[in-house]
């Protein structure tokens, strides 16, 4: 029998502040429970209470957003697309983030003050917006649209290669892949604050238009039939997904698998319903990133594991697994 | 009152019209079958006049506001698409998409007569991508009637079902009708449509070749002209009864 859809968001809330908690008390730092809490809340202990409050929490608070901008904007992209092997990079969003912050490092703007590679990732993550709305608007069809997010991700990745290619620095270019590689670290409240109006953006145009996904489940015509408004449905899907992973993108870099597997681990819990699926999956990703940043902290802490590359590890042969699972359904 | 009206209805595709001058009404208490041979615009007619594809000319469900047509008429798309693998109920429900001031008690109220209508209440907690094909196809007419629009317009209900379902399916629709709703159905099956409708719409390449009852529609003419075949067409003890005997070499 099912968990009851408040009982599993319950459950997921909690696991989420239990993983928010962990992340705010495990790291290099060897600081005791009272220390910590005593630094956090009290400012007791200089040096503590700036690890506590400059390092952790923004690390901790940029794994929250990351994770759930991941896994709302795959359960929307999967409920959009209606294909669960859909993921939040396929309409090019990721990709030319990642362009924008590539251009930073190698320009030198980033070395020369701290926001320029969120800002300019953020400038590509916009790009990327107007370029798949001007080709894939309202009156364009869900093919259109995929075709369009595969097009605009071949050239950002192609003008990411070229970047690289012609980079005369070789410490910009090992600069560039680590930071394609994602992660959490040395982040401050800076980024957070950066990254906050973008999650809001997202989550507020999304949340109110999620009942349009369930109908969208019997195809568009049923779903116009059924009053939903399906091109402006999907024009807002489209720029939620574009806000909420360009700005996890800026802060934090490519985290991959955490779109594409959150939202399938939690299909069957929430009845397959996709209205039901993102707050499920936006909980879902946010516990599962922040366990994957307390993961690279203890694996390898002196070798800075980066997070996108630890998420890609596990989540590739999960995903496998999965496939393996749902094959033997069918059959 | 008629559920839809269409004046001089058309739709191109590029500068080559795939339907046009379609003018009708439909009345409740009606059972309509659209009828025609593959590319003679059953499904373009049916998309027109819900306004899902742009259209010229005039169609009363289609000059609606979105929410108010979703209350005027339903609509069972040809594919039946159902992406994730929902409870039936829940599938069902969906068609209270179309009610969303409504309280929980009456759409709950809606999608339970639709349920036990379609003899779904024993599979209601099944997941609808794993039933079978009949059993879908009851599922989304279910669906449909959750809706509670006085019009269910239908592409192809009948298609990939075996005859029980087939036979099913016309006599809920029958049925809508005789309690003052209106179905159009676009059907292949030219003896489903003999015994179960009321009146038949026969396009022919995007036009309206006949409209009338059953008898008035599938003459020896027509059924040359429009499907190039011939039939035999008897009003038995077991009510009308039609049968293609063979093609008409063009």
Redo the contacts between chains.
Sequence with gaps: MRLPYPALIALLTALVALMFAASLLIGPAAIGLSDSLGALFRGEGEAVTLVMREVRLPRAILGLFVGGALGLSGAMMQGMLRNPLAEPGLIGTSASAALGAVIAIQTGLAAAFTLALPLAALAGAMVSVALILALAGPRGTTLVLILAGIGISAMAGALTSLVLNLSPNPFAASEIMFWIMGSLADRSMVHVTLALPFMVLGIALALPVARGLDALTLGEDAAASMGVRVGRLRVLLVVSAAALVGGATAVAGAIGFVGLVVPHLLRRAVGARPALLLPASALGGSAMVLAADIAVRLIAPDRDLKLGVLTALVGAPFFLHLILRSRKEVL | MNLLETRDLGVSRGPCPVLHGITLRVAPGEFVGLLGPNGAGKTTFL?AA?G?IASSGQSSLASLP??E???A?????Q?R???????VE??VA??R??H?SATRATDRAAVERALARMGLEALRHR?ATELSGGEQART?IA?ALA?EAPLL?ADEPTAGLDPAAQIAVMETFADLAAAGGAVIASLHDLGLAARHCTRLILLHRGTLAADGPPRAVLTPDNLARVFGIRARLEDTSDGLVFQPLGRIAP
Excluded: D, K, N
């Design positions: 998309r819900l899902l979105q929410g047509r979703a209350r008429a339903s609509f069972l798309p594919g698409e159902i992406a994730w693998p929902m409870p829940a599938v969906l068609g998409t179309a969303p997941s989304l669906r809706q317009l």
